[in-house]
């Protein structure tokens, strides 16, 4: 059974009449008239009776109809959601974004989005990069703000980079260096983010080309919380350079020549994007 048939029920029960019904309907009078014996072979009920007048409807059928107005208008409303989220001018974007960009990146970003498509409404969620990855592949998101590298079945648009800096409490033998070698921190207590997340790889394999196992002394998951710790003296940490000082901090600049991390929009590219999506992307490529 579809909605239009659905449709064609109510309409029959507001005209009372199969004629009339087929002609307010834009079909012939057999097509109706096969299609309601159609429904009612389906349903098992008579939905109607002919009497010299017209159509009446039984009492099995105004169960029938009282449940065919609650679906047609669940449908209705349906499609018009649909149709307000998809509209490029006032439509959602589902937008997952690092918990490092929330003061940084992403309200510049987002400012500069609203002042060219101020109807559109951006739905965030701020969360690790593995969960990321996660809500863009069964569509709880449809792009991503992270530092994810390149994936089979992901198209990346690069919008940011950062430098990596060692931070260091004001007092500490380090703080008035410009630059640090990772082999210098072998001994150092690290304070970083815990193992699984895109930053920790990163720093982790930093760590490993330059020979050093670090000593971690804690761990968190949220970069300003690391170089709060580092300022509390309980560490050293290594982190994007605008993490460095906001605690008083001393941000040290790493010679190791990859000390970099690249922020990206990241989409799936085997599924097309909705249009404010889209919207989105095109704008954050012209910004970018």
Known sequence: MLVRDLE?????????????????????????????????????VRVFERVPTGIVTTADGELVLESARELVAGHDRLRAALANRLDPDTGVVRL??????????????????????PGIKVALSQEPAHDIR??????????????MRPHDGYARLPVQEERLVVVVPPTHRLARRKRVALTELADEE????????????????LFAEAGVTPQVSFESADLATIEGLVAAGLGVGIVPEVFAGVSGTVGLRLTAPGARRTISLVWRADRPLAPPAQRFLDFVRAWA
Do not use: C, K, N
């Open 8 to 44: 064609w029920l109510l309409a029959l029960a507001d005209h009372g009449h199969v004629t009339d019904a087929a002609s307010a309907l834009g079909t012939s009078q057999p097509t109706l008239s096969r299609a309601l014996a159609r429904i009612e072979a389906e349903l098992g």
């Open 134 to 147: 996660r809500d863009l592949d069964r569509g709880a998101a449809e792009l991503g703000l992270t530092m």
């Open 96 to 117: 997952a974004f690092l918990d490092s960009m929330a003061t940084t990146l992403l309200p510049r970003l987002l400012r500069g989005f609203h002042e060219h498509a």
């Open 190 to 205: 690290m304070v970083m983010i815990p193992p699984g997340f895109g930053h920790r790889a990163l720093v982790d394999e």
